[in-house]
């Protein structure tokens, strides 16, 4: 039931029903921890808990409600497609027996994250879910008795009109990517799968805007992690690290299956107190940054002063759950001044 599967998206975060309310809050709707728990233990729960729970974990509301596989809008249209499928069974059974399940569809279209729509085989809009007023910007009055050619980017028209002529004639459902938008109002890129019983056609659609952009600024972040001058180290909340760039390798001899997993320690160069010393690390874990320069060891035994930061990472929540470390070699015209006036220790011999 519902109330479970509330129960199960907070638990197997390890959150406690304050912090449950907290997060839910940071999503736009004020709910206390009581009122958290007794969603979690009861059989009614209203559906800005449940849309706002979706929100915040970016969970398929077809799970919550529905009890599919818990879901993003990153697994695309495989999760479309089943859902579609789960709303299509339901609507037959609301038929039937006008009971939960008409409920659940209710729910669904007016909290999901998705644009549903309803065609007749010409193409022309029947009903609208929610979705299309806080996703797209218009009204169910400004969609429905009018094409969908409209709603969708000239460009991206050819691909949907043969989807729609392919179920219409009997093929299975249909999947692809547009862009979508109401007049006067931006583009959004949506995934969708289309289906038809009969004459009656469905498309389920999901907004991917964010998640394209995400994912190119991703890109654009690896891109310049990978080609930086700098060293770059990313670790875990043990410290022990996950990954680190080329220009590290290059720098220390090591490769990046040598590291992973270790700490930054396989760069000390064994001098009494070590030069990431316990100290310095208590500082870091306490959420400071660290700025300095060190003298570490390369794999093949040659030392070097290293202008080194390492930044705590933390989540939503503020705790810490990595670091991120930059290295870059002090050259001795730079290093050589600072030794001279006594500002650096000369390299051990």
């Known amino acids: 039931m519902i109330a479970d599967r509330l129960r199960a998206v907070r638990t197997n975060r390890n959150l406690s029903v304050r912090a449950m309310s907290s997060r839910i809050e940071k999503c736009g709707l004020k709910v206390s921890a009581s009122a958290v728990s007794q969603y979690e233990n009861g059989t009614t729960v209203p559906a800005a808990y449940v849309a706002a729970v979706c929100r915040a974990f970016d969970i398929a509301p077809g799970w919550l409600l529905l009890g599919e596989e818990p879901g993003s809008s990153q697994e695309g249209v495989p999760l479309l497609e089943e859902t579609l ?4 069974t339901l609507a037959d059974t609301a038929h039937e027996r006008h009971g939960l399940a008409g409920k659940d569809l209710d729910t669904y279209l007016r909290i999901g994250p998705d644009l549903f729509a309803v065609l007749d ?3 022309v809009v029947r009903q609208v879910s929610d979705g299309w007023r806080r996703i797209l910007g218009c009204s169910p009055e400004e969609v429905v008795g009018r094409s969908y050619e409209l709603f969708v980017h000239p460009d991206d028209r050819p691909g949907a009109a043969r989807a729609l002529r392919a179920v219409v004639g ?6 692809d990517e547009s862009r979508v938008a109401c ?7 949506v995934t969708w799968t289309v289906a038809a019983d009969g004459d009656t056609v469905f498309v389920l659609a999901r907004d991917v805007s964010e998640l ?17 001058g700098d060293c770059v180290v990313v670790m875990d909340a043990e410290g022990a690290i996950t990954y680190v760039n080329p220009s590290f390798c290059r720098t220390t001899g ?12 396989l760069l000390d160069p064994g001098t009494d107190p070590p030069s990431l010393s316990p100290a310095l690390w208590d500082s870091v874990r306490s959420g400071q940054v660290f700025r300095g320069i060190l003298i570490h060891r390369r794999k093949d035994g040659t030392l070097f002063y290293d202008y080194r930061t390492i930044s705590p990472i933390a989540d ?10 930059t290295g870059r070699v002090l050259t001795p015209e730079v290093a050589g001044p600072l030794v001279r006036a006594g500002v650096l220790p000369p390299l051990p011999e």
């Open 183 to 189: 007049p006067g109002q931006p583009n959004r890129t």
């Open 121 to 123: 085989a010409e193409g």
């Open 85 to 88: 499928r789960r709303i299509l």
């Open 170 to 175: 009997g093929a299975g459902p249909q999947s």
């Open 254 to 265: 090591f490769g990046r299956a040598e590291v992973v997993g270790k700490t930054l320690a």
């Open 316 to 325: 939503a929540e503020g705790q810490i759950v990595g670091f991120v470390s």
């Open 212 to 228: 394209k952009a995400s994912r190119a600024l991703a890109d654009t972040l690896r891109a310049a992690v990978e080609t930086s």
